[in-house]
């Protein structure tokens, strides 16, 4: 459960890194350069100790695969939040499928 409170955190942070200038386009590009880039350090605080915790029960892909889910579930809050885009019909149809790999990747066989 730490893995994922972890990650969740970290995703977060690069949501906000990644993303969150998109509502400044008039700021210079070197300005959100650096704050971009302060706020993934922060990201990265997170982000490594998940991976060094969650790799004694997790395999890396499998890590990567929680990872992912995490970031594309706090991204579709924050684009439809913060950014106020719609969730379309297809988006969720993509994000579904990408829940189906989960089943592939965790499924012992």
């Known amino acids: 459960m ?4 972890l990650l969740s955190i970290s995703n977060v942070f690069m ?3 990644w993303y969150g200038h998109l509502k400044y386009k ?3 590009l070197f300005y959100v350069i650096l704050v971009s880039w302060g706020i993934a350090f922060a990201e990265y605080c997170f982000q490594v100790p998940a991976n060094r915790i969650g790799h004694s029960q997790f395999s890396a892909a499998q890590l990567k695969t929680i990872q992912e889910v995490i970031s594309l579930s706090v991204f579709a809050v924050f684009s439809i939040i913060y950014l106020k885009e719609e969730m379309r019909w297809n988006y969720v149809v993509g994000f579904a499928l990408i829940l189906a790999a989960v089943f592939f990747v ?4």
């Open 2 to 5: 730490k893995t994922v409170i």
């Open 26 to 28: 008039d700021s210079p």
């Open 15 to 17: 949501t906000i890194a």
């Open 106 to 109: 965790f499924k012992k066989w």
